[in-house]
């Protein structure tokens, strides 16, 4: 290993380099256990004599920073990895992030699951099961991917097409145009880092800072976070049971971005009405749509409804889709297959960006696509969240009606539930996550002015009763959650979230 110091003149050798180890080991740089160059390779490395190196190996073992194993070398104590650092980070005013980054609020992202976590019933959205996935025929895939990889430009690695690995575009394009009627040639998709990073790359090319970008309210936290850091004004368009309402979308709208096929997250799709009145308004106003396809793949009920993109005759919508919902979304695979005018200024940004996604994924996920494992894993998964979904709406409408109403939902792997009783969703959240079941709250989906309304809405309501009444069916309100979350909800219906909102 070469260490680094630095010597600053020939004076006190033996102190200068004693006291650079000593900080690179207590500071956490040289990690404990780890091994340390002979004394003869440290001297030569920096042109000092072997006593020299000899006299700093002795006192840091005499002080304990350093340990030897007879016949095998020097190596970094244990057990020192708990000292505080002794050399504070410098902090300059000066070296800060531009206003947006700093006042982003919290709920504009979204949680991350606590590290170490393990609830034996995880309502939360945002995560697949990952136990039902085809792991051999993925293995397979990957392994012709790196064969083909280390075939490929005889020799030599390359940086490759931004657009995105033929096979993949080939395999998504040939799966839209079956599945979802976005008929389009493979050259037409891009790939990108999941939906979010076609979101970014779409808005770069769309908008610039003060424009107005409309999104649905509730709506899907990190679009609207994203299209706020990119310095958009963000229009919160409210929606109703047939999806945004168009008559509501400011005249000024650069982007719209929507979630037809189940929206995000109350789970209703766009009806075909709306989709036609928001196709005749952008084509008014000029406005780009973007369509957010992120689970539409799983339907459940009734016949499918029309793409937006499948009924553009103007060329305004970008269809958005992702990899997340239907594998995993660790795999940071989406696409976007844009208007056509937009497919040259969104290949470019992407190679600003970060050049290319990762080949071997994206050659293994082509082979999976266009050898038909991809269809297979579909069907399956369709049939798994099928009874799982039943089973959920079952107790919902069920046993659990007192407390909680489903929200119509006829696509995608999460639903959203009200909560029937005046129950305070803290209350609930809490009760849930005592009993190992985690469930999305409604304050990372709405506005917190909403939230916050709604709270102080139905704390005057509490607060009008006799406080000790109010403590107590609170108390009796937390007991009923907890019991029905935990004995009635069945574990069997992990990959659905129910968000809970206020009534
Ligand atoms: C509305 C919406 N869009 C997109 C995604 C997926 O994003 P990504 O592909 O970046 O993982 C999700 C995931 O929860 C979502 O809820």
């Known amino acids: 290993m070469d260490i680094h110091i630095t010597l600053h003149g020939r004076r006190d050798l033996t102190g200068q380099i004693y006291a650079q180890l000593r900080a690179g080991i207590i500071e956490g ?3 404990a256990n780890a091994r340390l160059p002979s004394t003869r390779d440290l001297a030569v490395q920096l042109g000092v004599s072997r006593k020299t190196a000899l006299d700093v190996f002795e006192r840091l073992i005499a002080e304990g920073f350093l340990r030897t194993r007879a016949g095998d070398g020097t190596f970094v104590a244990d057990g020192l990895a708990r000292l505080p650092s002794v050399r504070p980070e410098p902090v300059s ?3 800060r992030a531009t206003g947006i980054w700093r ?3 919290e709920r504009m992202t979204m949680p991350m699951p606590p590290a170490h976590e393990t609830l034996d019933c995880d309502f939360k959205g945002g995560a697949t099961d990952k136990t039902l996935f085809p792991y051999d025929a993925w293995r397979r895939c990957l392994n012709q991917a790196l064969r083909m990889q280390a075939r ?6 390359s940086y490759r097409d931004p657009g995105g690995e033929q096979e993949l575009r080939l395999g998504i394009a040939r799966y839209l145009a079956f599945s979802r009627a976005v008929v389009c040639n493979w050259q037409d998709v891009l790939v990108t880092q999941g939906a979010q990073q076609a979101l970014d790359l779409l808005a770069r090319v769309v908008i610039q800072p003060g424009d107005v970008v409309a999104v649905e309210e509730p709506g899907y936290p990190p679009a609207r976070a994203l299209f706020a850091a990119l310095g958009a004004r963000i229009a919160q368009v409210p929606v109703d049971g047939e999806g945004i309402i168009v008559k509501k979308l400011p005249r000024n709208t650069r982007l719209v971005y929507v979630t037809p096929s189940h929206q995000f997250p109350l789970g209703m799709p766009m009806s075909l009405d709306r989709r036609v009145g928001l196709l005749e308004w952008a084509a008014k106003r000029g406005a780009v749509i973007v369509e957010d ?3 539409g793949e799983f339907r459940f009920e009734g016949r499918p409804v029309e793409s937006l993109k499948s009924l553009d005759r103007a060329g305004l919508v ?3 889709g992702t990899f997340s919902k239907t594998l995993f979304p660790d795999l940071r695979l989406g696409y976007v297959v844009p208007p056509a005018t937009l497919s040259e200024p969104l290949r470019n940004a992407k190679q600003v960006c970060d050049w290319h996604s990762c080949m071997l994924t994206q050659t293994a996920l082509g082979a999976f696509m266009l050898n038909g494992e991809y269809a297979k894993h579909l069907r399956r998964m369709h049939k798994w969240y099928a009874e799982r979904r039943a089973v959920l709406i079952a107790r919902l409408t069920g046993d659990l009606a007192p407390w909680f109403e489903p929200l119509p939902a006829t696509a995608g792997i999460h639903l959203v539930a009200r909560l029937a009783a005046p129950w305070r969703e803290d209350d609930v959240v809490a009760a849930a996550r005592g009993v190992g079941r985690d469930l999305r709250h409604s304050r990372v989906l709405c ?9 102080a809405r139905l704390w005057r309501h509490e607060r009008r009763g006799d406080r000790a009444r109010h403590d107590a069916a609170r108390g009796a309100h937390a007991e009923a959650a907890r019991l029905a979350l935990d004995r009635r909800l069945p574990c069997r219906t992990k990959g659905f979230a129910a968000g809970f ?3």
């Not at 490929?152 to 690695?157: E, F, N, V």
């Not at 506005?447 to 709270?455: L, S, T, V």
């Open 29 to 31: 740089r040289l990690a």
């Open 93 to 95: 005013a000066r070296a």
């Open 103 to 105: 006042r982003m609020p």
């Open 152 to 157: 490929t430009g005889g020799g030599m690695a």
């Open 293 to 295: 396809d992120y689970d």
């Open 318 to 320: 970008a269809y958005v």
């Open 447 to 455: 506005r917190p002015a909403d939230a916050a309304r709604r709270a």
């Open 501 to 503: 909102f206020f009534k």
